[in-house]
């Protein structure tokens, strides 16, 4: 039997079978310890064999496997160097509490998933069961404040929270891969995509407890398509939570898309769900997720939608005087409720239009609004009007509801009027775009109307008798 090494624990249970490469033993995953044991027991022994570095043993496992499986069992451990996981790799700990890697160094990235074998790969391997542990994120999470990053995803952009690209080279991939059950926590940032990453998921995973909870940032955003990152990244079944800053983070620019299903947000320290700083054309779409802060829900400057989304608390809204901040061409919101426990609105009003179809808004909407169908309206949808609708801002734009049918202006639409001395002039409420179609309908003489004139404000009939009364009928393009 191979005997334990110092960072191992023994769980009372055989360790799992190693790979076949190593002649005589049965086919399987290879763990750390087995590959340091066999690593160590040469004559060219590396240098990390004398210490007890989890990361260095981990990438000495990777090594044997080349593309396989890597199993960490059941303890904690230190680490002070990055593990280089490729895509083909599986690897993986004996659940998100049980296997626990402690990162200690101040800088770099405790897993990073990247490989050289280039775009056509396709390899879903996954990062699997662990608990990753970071030096420090900051307050409130703890006292020490790091450029580090818990999971880098794709090759190094260079960027203070990086691994750094002697390591990671910019060239290399990210794509297709899997963290399944990870939790993730007291780093400078929890998961990182940078270059040429797309097709990732998050599933059942918990990132907390760090600076920013997850991260695709400008420089990789705005650099697209040469950045090769964003196509359909997904957070799945997961929870961002207790962040110190961002919970998730999207750098303006193009090309990208997360998609973010069954997925909470739970009290980070500032924006849930922050979709660039400046004009983008990202888009973002939360399905049926849970958003719990008491401030800053969303801030959106490119293209996002919201459908099924429940967002609670919103007790220090009236700290920035808003809950959402909608700075895009395109906030579309489908369903889901909205619970504003605080003085300020929901809605920035000097936002940007949003199109809000079926959702339950408490205690109003207000805001700028180019598009509403309320849930209830207090009415019901026997009722759906502007009027009837849960919202005490403007609302831009108007549909064929029953403010517009049942002309509350006069002379709107429609009317009914007399001639005098064979002639009126009609002059509508408010100005047409263009001059309208006008239809008009003799009650006294049949066919004794017609039309004589009209323009964007109005126009003229003359009658067959004096005092003949027609009915008209106005269609246009209002201002």
Not at 374 to 395: K, P, Y
Request: charged residues 10%; negative net charge; aromatic residues 8%.
């Amino acid at each position: 039997m191979i005997p334990l090494l110092s960072a191992q624990e023994s769980t009372g249970v055989p360790q799992g079978p190693v790979s076949p490469k190593l002649s005589g033993l049965p086919p399987g995953p290879v763990t750390p310890q087995i590959a340091a044991a066999v690593m160590c027991n040469g004559v060219d022994r590396p240098s990390w064999c004398s210490g007890s570095d989890i990361g260095a043993w981990t990438n000495a496992a990777i090594k044997i496997v080349g593309c396989g499986e890597v199993y960490i069992p059941k303890g904690t451990y230190t680490q002070t160097t990055s593990i280089v996981k490729p895509r083909c790799v599986k690897l993986s700990g004996a659940s998100g509490f049980a296997t626990t890697l402690k990162y200690t160094a101040q800088t770099g990235c405790e897993v990073v998933i990247a490989d050289s074998s280039g775009s056509s790969l396709y390899a879903p391997g996954a990062l699997e069961d662990l608990n990753l542990v970071g030096p420090g994120a900051g307050p409130p999470a703890d006292n020490h404040a790091t450029l580090t990053c818990g999971v880098y995803l794709g090759g190094s952009d260079g960027g203070s929270t990086s691994p750094a690209t002697h390591l990671d080279p910019g060239t290399n991939y990210g794509d297709h891969s899997n963290l399944n059950r990870v939790r993730i926590s007291h780093f400078g940032v929890g998961v990182q995509f940078g270059l040429n990453t797309w097709r990732d998921t998050i599933f059942e995973s918990v990132i907390a407890s760090n600076t920013t909870g997850v991260s695709m940032p400008a420089n990789v955003t705005a650099n697209n398509p040469i950045s090769n990152s964003g196509e359909n990244i997904t957070l799945l079944n997961s929870s961002v939570i207790n962040n110190c800053g961002v919970g998730l983070f999207v750098g303006s620019g193009l090309l990208a898309n997360f998609n973010l299903v069954n997925t909470s947000f739970d009290f980070n320290h500032s924006w849930a769900v922050q979709n660039g700083t400046a004009f983008s054309q990202n888009a973002v779409s939360l399905v049926n997720g849970y958003i719990v802060q008491p401030s800053q829900w969303i801030q959106n400057y490119g293209r996002m939608n919201l459908d099924g989304v429940y967002a609670t608390d919103g007790s220090l809204s009236g700290a920035l005087g808003y809950l959402i901040d909608n700075q895009g061409d395109n906030l579309t919101v489908t369903g889901g409720q909205f619970f504003n426990g605080g003085s300020g609105t929901t809605l920035n009003p000097a936002g940007v239009g949003s199109v809000w179809l079926g959702a339950l808004v408490t205690p109003g909407l207000t805001g700028p609004v180019v598009g509403l169908i309320d849930r209830w309206g207090n009415a019901g949808f026997g009722a759906l009007t502007a009027s009837s609708a849960v919202v005490s801002g403007a609302v831009v734009g108007a549909t064929l509801s029953g403010d517009i049918l049942n002309q509350k202006a006069p002379d709107r639409l429609a009317g009914t009027s007399a001639c005098s001395n064979g002639t009126k002039a009609i002059s509508f409420s408010e100005n047409y775009s263009s001059p309208p179609v006008i239809l008009l309908f003799d009650e006294t003489t049949p066919g004794g109307v017609k039309l004589s004139s009209k323009s964007t404000s109005g126009f003229t009939a003359t009658c067959t008798e004096a005092s003949d009364v027609f009915d008209w009928i106005v269609i246009g393009n209002p201002n």
